[in-house]
């Protein structure tokens, strides 16, 4: 069977299907579900990037003077717990995942179709919920919520930004039983666990972590608000209650949720390297059984984020080694795919520019963590922008760079159309140069001891703060532009063939966009992943 | 294997995605396996909770728990254990097709679940009676023990009823739900909705409502019988 | 899900001894036996979930692996949630 060159556009696909919200609304198809959440996400990232604009026009001079020190508090609490539970949280698996699973496996669609449309229904319900309370006073916590501030003094909307952070939970919990059960049972034929893209593997161990993780943060928030609503005094000192508790529960979920975040766009980063490299991945083993130690140790080092705290010195001993420990399945996959490049044909397209963004600035944030991890450095960074900058290497660097990869990887896929290669490259760059502006400052400024979370600072860490308020204004030119082409593409954009980039993988072998039950024909897959050898640039194989 | 959506003979119950019956039902039953999984982490924040304070308050906590009615949570335990019996045998009957036998058992279990919160609500009403609901009111008579010592042994009683509330009230909102679930399943299998190729939502619902059980079946010990013999 | 139907009169003794052993660890509770009184009443619950997971929930006998692996996973990651915190509580007072 011959691969149709130009496909034209009018031909049936899960788009031009229907038409009418309702079809959207109601819509069980993994793909468009996929679209209603790159929409609603897309609106968060704004929203918490908003607030991150406030905090950085604040620190552009030492003194206090833009906002309140309350409204401060609630600039990054607000910040915090959008950008976690609304972006970070959800963005890979609920866009990149949703479109991409099934496709990929070779199945029509996920396990349970309807239930990833609740998925959708409860992140908007959260979503709406949270707005709600930032527009009627919003919360002072800090996003971390710690008791027994949130629970016995604060006097801001703690149950109701606690309900919407539960409800976001279950639309996550979801989202991960999904993908669980579509990749045990649905499977298509020939389709074997070592046979399958690591895109799927980073996912699969995502959603183990979603789906035993989150529950907990779930009745964390239960407790905070029985304290507040009927005097459950669980965390009170006064009964003999400790706060430390709080904070196990707590980080019990929030630090393997930042796996959560990161794990998917390592998958995205593992089918991005091969194509531009031309190669199969190097240590195809060890990159999926990496992804799955990352999801168990993950859940084996939350202490880390309560050295200070008054923890057992003992316990924090162990839990530094577990720290360290966590490290080494993250750098086994950057060494693979560094080794995947050696001797590969590279080309910088722009989806390979994010990857490479990602390896350098994914490293920079992982060795970082590793600074944190010890026990005596920590005592003199906890609690200062050098935590700040570090997580953001990671989430920024990491996720939000993977995931513009996986954006313009899959773009053709998910629209039918090519987005303007020039303007991607140059956005790409833009945001590589605004990101390193912005927090490679806030590692200077936090081992000077520069705290986090305070809005005025002594005057000598102006400059450094300046600069990183004029990186934050160039990151957002680069986030900004992709938004304008990605649309722009979608009427002028060159109509995209099957496979522009020659990628191997079963979603590059049905049409762009897919027809609504994903294959003409279920495939059979006779044939190993990542099978570059054998795909020549612009002759892709087709398995119809 | 081949994708036509529509065969001349599929069961009605057939969900097009999957290829067959057996694919649907096995993904189902993961898929509630795998929820049952997320509720043990959630109950698991307050065993966790438990566990710590119960080692550090023992004393305090064994007097809490000995002033728990020990008849009333027995008699629960065996009321929860039975409406899991009547699930199986709705399950079985079910299996076998047999639609009176299935609604029969399905009504009983939401009646012993019924008996059970009802039971419950007795119990709760005892500890407000007794002034043991956390919060300004509580006050725990306690056994006779040194003056000085009375506000410390007060606020770890009081911990003890916190984790007592919010443990069985975390449990009871998990019986309501699952009888409100057994309702609404009764109700479809009175009208013949099951059969005996297809009673799926009989079976996880099952599921669920054991896993509602075995939750009971350790807050009995861990609530009613921390010391009894003291 | 399982292959082989289990009897009415199955059902029934299962319930039974749930019950005999409910009776058995309130019954227990007013012994004196030290530490292990909650070893024991921990012991008799453990044995009567598995009695309600294996039988009524159709785990024994089921083809499945997976739903093993599931409670397997559930169960060892609730294990580290109460160790690793314990690790913490119980070594404080060693500094």
């Known amino acids: ?544 | 294997m081949h994708d036509s959506p529509i065969t001349a003979e599929h069961n009605p119950a057939l969900r097009h995605h999957f290829s067959d019956m057996a694919q649907q039902k096995n993904a189902a039953s993961l898929g509630m396996w795998l929820f049952l999984v997320t509720e043990i982490m959630f109950f698991g924040g307050m065993f966790c909770a438990y566990l710590i304070y119960r080692l550090a308050f023992f004393n305090d906590f064994s007097a809490a728990s000995r002033s728990l009615d020990i008849r009333l949570g027995a008699t629960n335990t065996a009321v929860l254990i039975g409406s899991s019996l009547t699930v199986v045998l709705a399950v079985n009957a079910a299996q076998s097709g047999n639609r009176k036998r299935l609604v029969t058992y399905l009504l009983a279990t939401i009646f012993l679940g019924c008996v059970f919160l009802g039971i419950k609500a007795v119990e709760y009403k005892q500890k407000f009676d007794e002034h043991h609901v956390p919060g300004p009111t509580f006050d725990f008579e306690g056994e006779k023990g040194a003056a000085e010592e009375r506000p410390v042994v007060q606020g770890h009683a009081q911990l003890f009823f916190v984790l007592y509330f919010l443990m069985t009230g975390m449990h009871a909102i998990h019986m309501i739900i699952g009888v409100g679930l057994f309702s609404v399943l009764t109700l479809l299998a009175w009208k013949g909705h099951y059969t005996s190729s297809y009673y799926t939502p009989i079976e996880n619902s099952g599921l669920y409502w054991h896993f509602v059980d075995i939750i009971w079946i350790y807050l009995f010990p861990l609530l009613y019988l921390i010391n009894r013999h003291h | 899900m399982s292959e082989h139907k289990a009897s009415i009169r199955f059902y029934l003794g299962i319930f039974l001894t749930l019950l005999v052993l409910t009776g058995a660890t309130a019954g227990v509770a007013y012994v004196d036996l030290g530490p292990l009184n909650p070893v024991i009443a921990l012991g008799i619950a453990t044995i009567k979930a598995l009695l309600v997971a294996l039988f009524f929930m159709h785990v024994y006998g089921t083809s499945e692996r997976m739903t093993r692996v599931v409670i397997v996973s559930g169960l060892f990651f609730l294990m580290l949630l109460l160790g690793l915190s314990l690790a913490d509580y119980a070594t404080r007072a060693w500094s």
Not at chain 1, 150 to 167: D, H, W, Y
Not at chain 1, 185 to 196: C, D, E
Not at chain 1, 315 to 338: C, D, E, G, Q, R
């Open chain 1, 1 to 544: 069977m011959a691969t149709v060159a130009y496909p034209s556009p009018e031909r049936q696909n899960y788009l031009n299907q229907e038409y009418g919200i309702k079809s959207w609304l109601l819509t069980t198809d993994h793909k468009r579900i996929a679209l209603l959440y790159l929409l609603s996400i897309t609106f968060f990232f704004f929203i918490g990037g908003f607030f991150a604009l406030l905090i950085r026009l604040e620190l552009l001079t030492p003194a206090g003077d833009l906002v309140q020190a309350d409204t401060y508090n609630k600039l990054f609490t607000m910040h915090g717990l959008v950008m976690v539970f609304f972006f970070l949280i959800p963005v890979v698996p609920a866009v990149l995942g949703n479109f991409l699973v099934p496709i990929m496996i070779g199945t029509k669609d996920l396990a349970f179709p309807r239930i990833n449309l609740l998925s959708w229904y409860l992140y908007i319900a959260a979503g709406a919920l949270m707005m709600h309370c930032m527009l009627t006073g919003g919360v002072d916590t800090g996003w971390t919520f710690y008791a027994p501030f949130s629970t016995a003094f604060t006097n801001t909307k703690i149950v109701e930004a606690g309900l919407a952070a539960f409800i976001a939970g279950f639309s996550s919990i979801f989202t991960g039983l999904n993908f669980i059960v579509t990749i045990h049972r649905m499977r298509a034929p020939g389709m074997t666990w070592t046979r399958m893209p690591l895109f799927i593997w980073a996912h699969y161990a995502t959603s183990i972590i979603q789906v035993l993780g989150t529950p907990v943060i779930a009745i964390t928030i239960v407790l905070v608000a029985a304290e507040r609503l009927l005097h459950l005094g669980i965390f009170d000192p006064k009964l003999g209650g400790d706060p430390l508790l709080f904070q196990h529960l707590f980080w019990f979920y929030s630090h393997p949720a930042v796996y959560i975040m990161i794990l998917p766009s390592m998958g995205v980063v593992s089918e991005i390297i091969p194509c531009f490299a031309r190669k199969r991945i190097f240590g195809y083993t060890f990159v999926a059984l990496s992804s799955v130690a990352i999801a168990v140790f993950g859940f084996l080092v939350w202490a880390h984020h309560m050295f200070v705290a008054g923890m057992s010195v003992y316990a924090a001993l162990i839990f530094s080694m577990l720290s360290y420990l966590v490290a080494v399945p993250s750098a086994i996959k950057v060494f693979n795919w560094t080794a995947t490049l050696y001797k590969g044909s590279i080309s910088y397209t722009t989806p390979m520019l994010y990857a490479f963004g990602f390896l350098g600035l994914f490293t920079m944030g992982g060795l970082t963590g590793l600074f944190l991890a010890a026990l005596g450095i920590d005592v003199h960074v906890t609690d200062t922008y050098f935590v700040v900058a570090h997580f953001h290497y990671i989430m920024v660097g990491g996720v939000l760079m993977g995931y513009l990869g996986g954006m313009h990887f899959w773009w053709p896929k998910i629209s039918g159309r090519m987005y303007p290669e020039g303007w991607g490259r140059l956005a790409a760059l833009i945001v590589f140069i605004g990101f390193n502006l912005t927090f490679f400052p806030q590692f200077i400024l936090g081992y000077m001891g520069m705290p986090r979370r305070y809005w005025q600072y002594p005057p000598e860490f102006q400059v450094l703060n300046v600069l990183s308020t004029a990186g934050s204004t160039v990151l957002a030119v680069g986030y900004l532009l992709p938004m304008v082409y990605f649309l722009w593409s979608m009427r002028y954009g060159k109509i995209a063939e099957d496979n522009p980039w020659a990628a191997a993988g079963l979603e590059w072998m049905t049409t762009s966009p897919p027809p609504t039950y994903n294959f003409e024909e279920t495939p059979v897959v006779d044939f190993e992943a990542y099978d570059y050898e054998n795909i020549k640039a612009k002759e892709a194989p087709v398995a119809r």
